[in-house]
């Protein structure tokens, strides 16, 4: 059976894809939540 | 702690490519895409153990009301749909080439996206009701249901003819692979349960954050 290199390149290059969107997705949410606290306590 | 988690799960992540690409044969009937594996296999056992810990959190939300079982199964929720939708498009990408098809409507390829929809559905119940508590309480319920599938979708394969392989983990007979196929595997298994493990933390603490801020 022939090899299918790029199947195994599209599956392994879709995850890294997705975790890497994921994890940017969690590190923009901390940022924004980091600033609204400090906002929050600058003000309180 | 949660750092040291990520630093870990690179490590790992590196050390599962290297098994699966460098140490791990080529496999006789397949040849090189049967790597596939090393990815596939560890993301649906990785969704399996995050919709448990969804089942056991979605039990206490609903007989204790605990805001911290419900931090647990709103992250275990969201990183399970992405390790089963992982599981499905790769799974996909490996039918297309062995199966001669993208997607048949096998049980345990339905079981599995039956079971990817359900987690779906409780993140936008959640998502949908105003009141947080609510929601969790809704989300829970959701998560209990979803867990029954699991058995299901792990089972499929024996209990019905299927064209998908019998389970080459946690099957009933010993796994029918070579010892560097099953040793790779098992390094990126660990490799993905750190993974899970990193951004499970990071999840949970993000929810408390939002919690203090938004209480």
Known sequence: MPDHWGYVLAAYGIALVVLVGYWRRLQRLSRGLRRSKRGGERTS | ?215
């Open chain 2, 1 to 215: 702690m949660t750092k040291w988690l990520g630093w870990l799960a690179i490590i790992g992540l590196i050390a599962g490519l290297i098994m699966g690409f460098g140490y791990a044969p080529r496999e006789m009937t397949q040849g090189n895409v049967q790597r596939i594996m090393y990815l596939h296999v560890p993301a649906i056992l990785t969704a399996y153990l995050a919709f448990g810990i969804v089942f056991v959190a979605s039990l206490i939300v609903l007989f204790k009301r605990s805001s911290m079982a419900d931090r647990w199964g709103h992250a275990a929720c969201e990183i399970g749909v992405i390790f089963t939708g992982l599981t499905l498009v790769s799974g996909s990408i490996w039918g297309k080439p062995t199966w001669g098809t993208w997607w048949t409507w096998d049980a345990r390829l339905t079981s599995t996206a039956v079971l990817f929809l359900i987690y779906v559905g409780a993140l936008l119940l959640r998502g949908m009701v105003d009141d947080p508590e609510r929601g969790a309480r809704y989300a829970a319920v959701v998560g209990i249901i979803g867990a029954l599938n699991i058995p299901i979708v792990h089972f499929s394969v024996t209990w019905w003819r299927t064209l998908h392989q019998p389970a080459t983990l946690l099957g009933p007979e010993r796994a029918p692979i070579s010892a560097p196929i099953f040793l790779a595997l098992v390094v990126n298994l660990v490799a993905f349960t750190l993974l899970f493990a990193y951004l499970m933390a990071k999840r949970i603490e993000l929810r408390r954050l939002q919690d203090s801020l938004y209480a």
